[in-house]
């Protein structure tokens, strides 16, 4: 059972870069890794997908190094609304469908 | 407007109650997911279905029942076997049932279930 490990929250400044950090030592071969962002009482919202290396698009930067042990989700210039819990998946190793949620980061934006 | 839709966006339960949460999708996606949320936590997953006519349990079956007869709606219904039932409910889809552990899944807005 793939089980993904993320600080429990962070806190930051408008203008700062936010490096979120997850572990995922068992991660399956095939498996990607995505993250997802959510606000109070709304559904997650896909943020980055990636296997390895890294991948950049409009909004974060997704870090991931040669093992997949772990991934870095980066998020430049944070504003306060980038407040929210941020989740770090990958896919279950006995499943191909299931994905598995841990409890996130919480990410506060001072102004 | 592609989306995933869900209703009643508050629903409120009594004692020994059946009810149905809505979910639908039209962005012609295989894959139907619920999760439930408690607050402060991560998403639990409670069915899945990948095609019409077929679905399975997730973590947090028990207490819920789910039926897929169209591609596009997958409700869930909270049973009066679901004792603790107070949470947010989320649905979401994903286009591909198989392969590689690629596919996104996207997510509605949620139903929040009270009991009275």
């Known amino acids: 059972l793939a089980k993904t490990t993320q600080p429990i929250s962070m806190d930051s400044y408008e203008g700062q870069e936010v490096n979120i950090t997850c572990s995922h030592n068992?991660?399956?071969?095939?498996?990607?890794i995505t993250w997802y962002q959510q606000f109070p009482s709304q559904g997650p919202r896909f943020i980055i997908q990636?296997?390895?290396t890294k991948v950049t698009n409009e909004v974060a930067s997704l870090f991931i190094p040669a093992d997949r042990k772990s991934s870095t989700l980066s998020l430049p210039r944070v504003s306060l609304s980038d407040t929210a819990v941020y989740y770090c998946?990958?896919?279950?190793?006995?499943?191909?469908?299931?994905?598995?949620f841990g409890s996130g980061t919480r990410l506060l934006v001072r102004p | 407007d592609g989306g995933i839709t869900q209703s009643p966006k508050y629903l409120f339960r009594k004692e020994g109650q059946n009810v149905t949460l809505s979910c639908e999708q039209n962005l012609n996606h295989d894959a139907m997911y619920w999760y439930r949320q408690d607050p402060g936590q991560g998403l639990r997953l409670i069915y899945y279905?990948?095609?019409?006519?077929?679905?399975q349990k997730g973590d947090i079956a028990e207490g819920y029942s789910v039926s897929r007869e169209k591609k596009e709606s997958f409700p869930l219904t909270v049973t009066s076997a679901q004792k603790n039932p107070t949470a947010f409910y989320l649905c979401a889809s994903s286009a591909l049932a198989g392969g590689p552990r690629k596919e996104t899944q996207y997510f509605g807005p949620g139903t929040r279930l009270l009991v009275l």
């Open positions: 068992n991660i399956a071969t095939n498996d990607y």
């Open positions: 990636g296997y390895k």
């Open positions: 998946l990958v896919g279950d190793v006995d499943s191909s469908y299931k994905l598995i």
């Open positions: 279905s990948q095609i019409v006519n077929d679905f």
